[in-house]
């Protein structure tokens, strides 16, 4: 899924994820980010996977 900014659907800006994060902080965890060497291998780029089953 692409997202494409437009008029009716302006680009996020810093200050958007900055409100959010304030708005999240208690709620939502901070989760992990871990490597997968495996799938890495198979697109030719680092990936990393945020755990989020570890959310509340």
Same mark, same amino acid.
């Given at each position: 899924?692409?997202?494409?900014?437009?008029?009716?659907?302006?680009?996020?800006? +810093? %200050? %958007?994820?900055?409100?959010?994060?304030?708005? +999240? !902080?208690?709620?939502?965890?901070?989760?992990? +980010?871990?490597? !997968?060497?495996?799938? !890495?291998?198979?697109?030719?780029?680092?990936?990393? +996977?945020?755990?989020?089953?570890?959310?509340?």
């Amino acid at each position: 899924m692409m997202f494409r900014a437009t008029a009716r659907h302006p680009a996020l800006i +810093l %200050d %958007d994820v900055r409100g959010a994060q304030k708005m +999240l !902080s208690g709620v939502a965890r901070v989760t992990a +980010l871990e490597g !997968s060497r495996h799938l !890495s291998e198979l697109v030719g780029a680092p990936v990393h +996977l945020k755990c989020e089953n570890l959310q509340r």
